[in-house]
T-cell receptor, first 112, second 113 residues
Framework: DVKVTQSSRYLVKRTGEKVFLECVQD?????MFWYRQDPGLGLRLIYF???????EKGDIPEGYSVSREKKERFSLILESASTNQTSMYLCASTAPRGGEQYFGPGTRLTVT | DQQVKQNSPSLSVQEGRISILNCDYTNSMFDYFLWYKKYPAEGPTFLISISSIKDKNEDGRFTVFLNKSAKHLSLHIVPSQPGDSAVYFCAASISGSARQLTFGSGTQLTVLP
């Protein structure tokens, strides 16, 4: 079974703090993704990576950055958290041939 | 501009009856479609998919139909069970795009006992 884990289930941070969200997958997948889920908006792609040290902007990259130093790990960074970044953050991975993406359990981030 | 749309935010169905969830897309380049189910406080889990070369795919109680000319797909659940109550997302992708998925906004299905 593919396993995608995220470092925290719940996080509360203050405005202006730097926030790191970590994601690890154990299936040797090349492709990894970060989404945020908001009510009525579905899942929106923030960034994705198709190889180590490679990254591509998704639909809503503003205010975020990412890091992929190892194949199994993909980190999402909020350089200076703002209240409009309060959301559910979901990480996913998939093999190069595609098919379904496998999701982690999500991190509910609240910025106060 | 939403390329994948789920126009019904919610749907209630009686246990044992059929649930039909709908999804429309605008990008004619999409050639692979998926449905995911999501429970609260969990990540989405893959349900079923369909390639654009097919118009139907079945897996147990779940069937996905694709109408390419109408740019419309639907998920049928028969019979519906209370455990099916969840948010359902449809998603679409283009071959060769690292399987980057574009998601709809989701439909909350409630199956009433």
């Amino acid at each position: 079974d593919v396993k995608v884990t995220q470092s925290s289930r719940y996080l509360v941070k203050r405005t202006g703090e730097k926030v790191f969200l970590e994601c690890v997958q154990d299936m040797d997948h090349e492709n990894m993704f970060w989404y945020r889920q908001d009510p009525g908006l579905g899942l929106r792609l923030i960034y994705f990576s198709y190889d180590v040290k490679m990254k591509e902007k998704g639909d809503i990259p503003e205010g975020y950055s990412v890091s992929r130093e190892k194949k199994e790990r993909f980190s999402l960074i909020l350089e200076s958290a703002s209240t409009n970044q309060t959301s559910m953050y979901l990480c996913a991975s998939t093999a190069p041939r595609g098919g379904e993406q496998y999701f982690g359990p999500g991190t509910r981030l609240t910025v106060t | 501009d939403q390329q994948v749309k789920q126009n019904s935010p919610s749907l209630s169905v009686q246990e044992g009856r059929i649930s039909i969830l709908n999804c429309d897309y605008t990008n004619s380049m999409f050639d692979y479609f998926l449905w995911y189910k999501k429970y609260p406080a969990e990540g989405p889990t893959f349900l079923i998919s369909i390639s654009s070369i097919k118009d139907k795919n079945e897996d147990g109680r779940f069937t996905v139909f694709l109408n390419k000319s109408a740019k419309h797909l639907s998920l049928h659940i028969v019979p519906s069970q209370p455990g099916d109550s969840a948010v359902y997302f449809c998603a679409a992708s283009i071959s060769g795009s690292a399987r980057q998925l574009t998601f709809g906004s989701g439909t909350q299905l409630t199956v009433l006992p």
